[in-house]
């Protein structure tokens, strides 16, 4: 059974930069069949793809953020990483990782989320 | 980016009741449309990928279909409504990147 577990700190300071890990178990971060990505929902409001990820390294950014997201991916670990820079209390929200599924690209295997705020 | 506009926003029904859900997107996205399923506190749950097929493990009453030509107007149907289902639903589309979701719709008990 494959499972997602983000982890990073709860609490940001304005213009710092936000960094979760997302822990894969159960399956090899290496298979050629899915992409890795973040995806996030401030509270009340609806889903935001922030990127992704293949096992090469080979990224793909939301426009809209790229300007300040790397996700970055650690195959001996089986983890893959979000940073997010220069933020601001609009960064706050539930951050998701998922398994995107290649090359349909629907997400089947979601984390739990993890809420990040962004306040002084 | 392609747009992605659901409707209704909000959705009041009764246990065994039909709900229909439509997601529009802006331009033709083949069959490249995906189904989530939140409940409050959750992560979303997949239910359909490629507009019809359904997930391993979700129930039959749930459907995905699209409609007309243009490859740009798809449904989801839940057939007889559940106390289960009482959730927010999120379409995806994966035609172009970047990914992008509907607004959701939220299905609430009458």
């Known amino acids: 059974q494959v499972q997602l577990q983000e982890s990073g700190p709860g609490l940001v300071k304005p213009s710092q930069t936000l960094s979760l890990t997302c822990t894969v178990s159960g399956a090899s971060i290496s298979s050629g069949d899915y992409y890795w990505t973040w995806i996030r929902q401030p509270a009340g409001k609806g889903l935001e793809w922030i990127g992704r990820i293949y096992t090469s390294g080979s990224t793909n950014y939301s426009p809209s953020l790229e300007s300040r997201v790397t996700i970055s991916i650690d195959t001996s670990k089986n983890q893959f990483s979000l940073r997010l820079s220069s933020v601001t209390a609009a960064d706050t929200a539930m951050y998701y990782c998922?398994?995107?599924?290649?090359?349909?690209?629907?997400?089947?295997?979601w984390g739990n989320g993890t809420t990040v705020t962004v306040s002084s | 980016d392609i747009q992605m506009t659901q409707s209704p926003s909000s959705v009041s029904a009764s246990v065994g009741d039909r709900v229909i859900i439509t997601c529009r997107a802006s331009?033709?996205?083949?069959?490249?449309l995906a189904w989530y399923q939140q409940k409050p506190g959750k992560a979303p749950k997949l239910l359909i990928y490629t507009a019809s097929t359904l997930q391993s493990g979700v129930p039959s009453r749930f459907r995905g279909s699209l409609s007309g030509t243009d490859f740009s107007l798809f449904t989801l149907t839940i057939s007889s409504l559940q106390p289960e289902d009482f959730a927010t639903y999120y379409c995806?589309?994966?035609?172009?990147?970047?990914?992008?979701f509907g607004g959701g719709t939220q299905v609430q008990i009458k």
């Open positions: 331009q033709g996205i083949g069959r490249w």
């Open positions: 998922a398994r995107i599924v290649s090359p349909n690209s629907y997400m089947d295997v």
């Open positions: 995806q589309q994966s035609n172009n990147l970047p990914l992008t």
